[in-house]
């Protein structure tokens, strides 16, 4: 599913035009359906054509004013699948088979699990103030959408949004509390929390290019100076932070 914000065209229509170009140019490598969710405002056949050149199984309308994550818990609500991709925005591909890597990780950890495209330590504002704070990061990540909807919280607002991505509503933190296997997924593996910060070329590290897709943060560190650089990379973690010996959980 992909979000694109009514209240909001003028802003993230060039978002909306990357994402489409980016999915035609790097194919998912599943069969699939695509769902894109229209939140804040009235569609207009102007809003659709964006996704002309695609195949659009779906477009949902949310109003309830819980940004991202808000609508991925309304399409969740009302779409059936084995395996939902969530991306937001500002997510693009940059390469083939990004799907293909989500789908190994179900396949292999099992269909109950969280599949994040990118993991971080860092703390979150003020509703995490210790750190390490480890959380799956919501611009894109991967669930069966019948699990995803037990989670017992309803975000209604941004700060909400915090909350449920690395605040005390974490979601990473309920699906592990519930025995549901959490993992990272990149090119080269598939990471629990403790090792997520390990490999080489991950989200902050190196040229990013074990990361499955790039969003808005990748953009910022790709285009910031070495030391701010080093920085971003504190802040979302450095190896071994969790005090663990580095590992690749599976090729």
């Known amino acids: 599913m992909y979000i694109y914000p009514l209240d909001a065209r003028e802003a993230f229509l060039d978002n909306a ?7 035609r140019q790097y194919p998912p490598g599943e069969n699939h359906r695509v769902v894109v969710c229209l939140p ?4 207009t056949d102007s809003d659709k054509a964006i996704f002309a050149d695609i195949v659009v199984s779906q477009f949902i309308e949310y109003t309830e004013g819980g940004w991202d994550i808000g609508a991925y818990q309304c399409v969740a609500s009302q779409v059936d699948a ?7 925005s500002r997510v693009r591909f940059w390469k083939a088979g ?4 989500f789908v190994e990780a179900y396949k292999h950890f099992g269909p109950s699990g969280l599949y994040g495209a990118s993991g971080s330590y860092e703390r979150c504002f003020a509703y995490a103030a210790h750190w390490p704070n480890p959380h799956i990061r919501t611009s894109c990540f991967a669930t069966n959408p019948k699990v995803f909807r037990r989670f017992p919280y309803t975000v209604t607002s941004r700060d909400e949004g915090f909350k449920f991505e690395a605040g005390e509503w974490n979601f990473m933190q ?6 549901y296997p959490v993992r990272v997924v990149t090119w080269d593996g598939f990471y ?6 390990n ?8 040229n990013q290019t074990n990361c499955l897709v790039y969003d808005r943060h990748h953009d910022l560190y790709f285009s910031a100076p070495p030391q701010e650089k080093q920085k971003l990379e504190a802040i979302a973690g450095h190896v071994n932070a969790m005090g663990l010996a ?3 959980v599976m090729a």
């Open 199 to 206: 490999p080489p070329n991950i989200f902050r590290r190196g």
């Open 98 to 101: 990004w799907m293909s890597r």
């Open 17 to 23: 035009k990357r994402w489409v170009s980016s999915y």
């Open 82 to 88: 084995d395996l939902m991709v969530f991306t937001n």
């Open 246 to 248: 580095t590992s690749r």
């Open 174 to 179: 309920w699906y592990e509390d519930h025995g």
């Open 40 to 43: 804040n405002g009235t569609p």
């Open 192 to 197: 629990d929390k403790k090792n997520w910060r």
